[in-house]
């Protein structure tokens, strides 16, 4: 994947680091420090300015589409696929959706949404977010600033972490992608062992 971007676009990082915030799960945490990566861009790595605003614009424009579908398809269609759909994300993301259900105001869960967003780990960020907020009851533009302003602290907190630790953004960037694969690998695993187990159980329990 390195290797395709570097190839196709050396004479337009900006738009690398666009796309490269696009992809679920590693978004601007991960396109920061590739685009301010000087061993894969050499003499055209991008500024901290520019490498922070192409990766909060690239990683911002999937959230009102995802809040936007997934309203619509919980609230107007139904089937085998779309009801699998909303029991995965729903059971993963219960925790969080029951907070929102609870009696607190309205601020307050927004700035939990907010500082979700805001984590630069893997599994949380603008599509999480947007998944969390399509789920919920939240308006669609207090989701929408909500998600905006924890992704603009992640941007931040993700560019302050390349410049303190001088010309080490490709190290970032590398331990960014093998945390993002062990923790993917790690979170398969677990829904693996965890649906054996209910798995089990069910037979249990039909069992006379």
Known sequence: MVEFFADNFSNCVFLAVILMALIPTVESKIAIPFGLSYAIWGEATLSPVVAFVCAYIGSMLPCLPIIYIVRKLKNRTSGFVCDKFFALAQNKYHKKLEAFSSKTKTFYKLSSLALFVA?????????????????????????????????????????????????????????????LALFLAFDLLFALIKRKKVKKVGEMSVKP
């Open 119 to 179: 984590v630069p780990l893997p599994l949380t960020g603008v599509y999480s977010g947007s998944l969390i907020a399509g789920l919920s009851n939240f308006k669609i533009w207090q989701a929408f600033v909500a998600i905006a302003v924890g992704e603009f602290i992640s941007c931040l907190a993700v560019t302050l972490l390349c410049l303190l630790f001088e010309d080490s953004a490709f190290v970032i960037f590398v331990a960014s992608l093998i945390i």
